[in-house]
């Protein structure tokens, strides 16, 4: 079992920045996937962006084309942590962000939420305009 808990879900202006954080408790791997989806309200979850590594070594990053440029997905093994840095946040990425982790996913499949076992319990992120 591997257990996700999201942090640094906030309020924030349009045009400022986030950092969410992802920390992994449990059965950690040092070959994993990750990945960031988000649900807006009447929405379904979405892909934000994903990281897939092994060995120590990121093998592949992944982002949706509507953050490619101001979402940067990071990781930190030794603290077991996925990091999401959002900048020129804009209303539209207001959304419950969702952490997501499997051992056995595949990078070139890491856009589906049908590829994690685990899940966080998620973080709100709000942008006003």
């Known amino acids: 079992q591997v257990q996700l808990v999201e942090s640094g879900g906030a309020l924030v202006q349009a045009g400022g920045s986030l950092r969410l954080s992802c920390t992994a408790s449990g059965r950690t791997s040092n070959s994993f996937t990750m990945a960031w989806f988000r649900q807006a309200p009447g929405k379904e979850r979405e892909f934000v962006s994903g990281i897939n590594w092994s060995a120590g070594t990121t093998n592949y990053l992944d982002y949706e084309d509507s953050v490619k440029g101001r979402f940067t997905i990071s990781r930190d093994n030794a603290k077991d942590t996925v990091y999401l840095q959002m900048n020129f946040l804009k209303p539209e990425d207001t959304a419950f962000y969702y952490c997501?982790?499997?051992?056995?996913?595949?990078?070139?499949?890491?856009?589906?939420?049908?590829?994690?076992?685990?899940w966080g319990q998620g973080t709100q992120v709000t942008v006003s305009s």
């Open positions: 997501a982790a499997d051992p056995a996913a595949l990078y070139s499949a890491m856009r589906r939420t049908s590829e994690y076992e685990y």
